[in-house]
């Protein structure tokens, strides 16, 4: 998912994303600055009061997202999430607030999906992303083995901050809502600043709009679009989209692939999809993007149906589309093969 086919964010926002050229002044002077964490880079495009502190408001929302990833980082071995993973089988064990949330959060998912979506995959993704890494492929022992570690409603919560794995093995991987949690909170960080019109980036997978550029009502989108067939497109003012679509395997035709791992099966899904999701928050969209492309159109429409505000699109490498909303509306340039 990104601005522009052809330029990076900044550029993108000010080529195609403002809609109308008003007259700059200190008071609406776009500020851009990007910064790597997670794994990955996020980038944030703002208006504010003054240059200055529109620039002091966004690096106190990377600092944010920083501390984030030092609470819910798998590969920092001091992160409170690696903590859980090595003491909390079979015992109590105290979480920051954070932590807490997203979890919770999280579990709400795996419910409305009926376990499609589970951050207890950890084990299967540290074995899958070892065969991404270096061509490493699990034998069948090792898939049944950790296969029995996970399993979402072994993860319990216990009010007001404690968390216990009722399983022996498990470990959580939030790679599918903690970019998501981080972008809201960097979100609040602006508006505590005094910022009311940003975008937020997090890896070009999820995009947060708060506001719209001055003159205008939204910020344009354009969707991740495997085809390149549909030209899709969202507006978007107060609200998120994400993208996830499955690793692509440098060898087709070869055994199962990928990040995505249906826990059901204990191995990379297999699809040709790409999935953009538009939902309320940032959180709300990373998660719902990874369910509905484990889920699928059939079972995925199913599920939107029953979230106010919610729109997903799916397409394939080929161009078929499916579309579904409740409410937000995803545009594309070509009708042809889509469902709604």
């Not at 409170?80 to 089988?89: E, G, M, P, Q, Y």
């Not at 960097?186 to 001055?214: K, W």
Request: net charge positive; glycine share 8%; hydrophobic share 40%.
């Amino acid at each position: 998912m990104r601005l522009s086919n052809t330029v990076p964010l900044n550029a993108a926002l000010l080529l195609m994303a403002l809609g109308p050229v008003y007259p700059v002044t200190h008071a609406n002077e776009l500020v851009y600055r990007k910064y790597y964490a997670m794994g990955t880079v996020f980038e944030i495009a703002a208006y504010g009061p003054s240059p200055s502190q529109t620039s002091l408001a966004i690096d106190q929302a990377f600092k944010e997202v920083v501390r984030l990833d030092h609470v819910m980082s798998d590969y920092i071995s001091n992160s409170d999430l690696s903590r859980i993973n090595r003491t909390a089988h079979f015992r109590p064990e105290p979480i920051p607030p954070d932590l807490y949330q997203v979890i919770q959060q999280s579990l709400v998912y795996s419910r409305l999906s009926m376990g499609k979506f589970d951050i207890t995959v950890g084990p299967l993704a540290l074995l899958w992303k070892a065969e991404i890494r270096d061509g490493t492929v699990p034998s069948k022992a090792e898939e049944d083995k950790l296969r029995r570690c996970v399993g979402w409603r072994n993860v319990v919560l216990i009010p007001p901050d404690h968390i216990e794995f009722r399983s022996p093995c498990m470990a959580i991987d939030l790679g599918a809502i903690g970019k998501g949690y981080a972008v809201d909170r960097a979100a609040a960080v602006l508006r505590s600043h005094g910022i009311d019109s940003a975008l937020i980036c997090a890896g070009s997978s999820t995009i947060y709009a708060m506001g719209a550029p001055p003159g205008g009502d939204a910020w344009t989108v354009q969707l991740r679009d495997p085809s390149r067939k549909l030209n899709p497109g969202v507006r978007l003012s107060g609200n998120s989209v994400s993208t996830s679509e499955q690793t692509r395997n440098p060898e087709p035709g070869s055994g199962p692939f990928g990040h995505i791992i249906d826990p059901a099966k204990g191995v990379p899904m297999k699809t040709s999809y790409a999935v953009s999701v538009v939902a309320g928050s940032a959180t709300a969209s990373d998660a719902l993007s990874t369910t509905l492309l484990l889920m699928g159109p059939e079972r995925g429409k199913e599920l939107v149906r029953k979230l106010p505000n919610v729109a997903a699109i799916w397409i394939s490498d080929r161009g078929k589309s499916e579309m579904i909303s409740t409410g937000p509306q995803i545009t594309t340039g070509s009708t042809a093969g889509a469902n709604r």
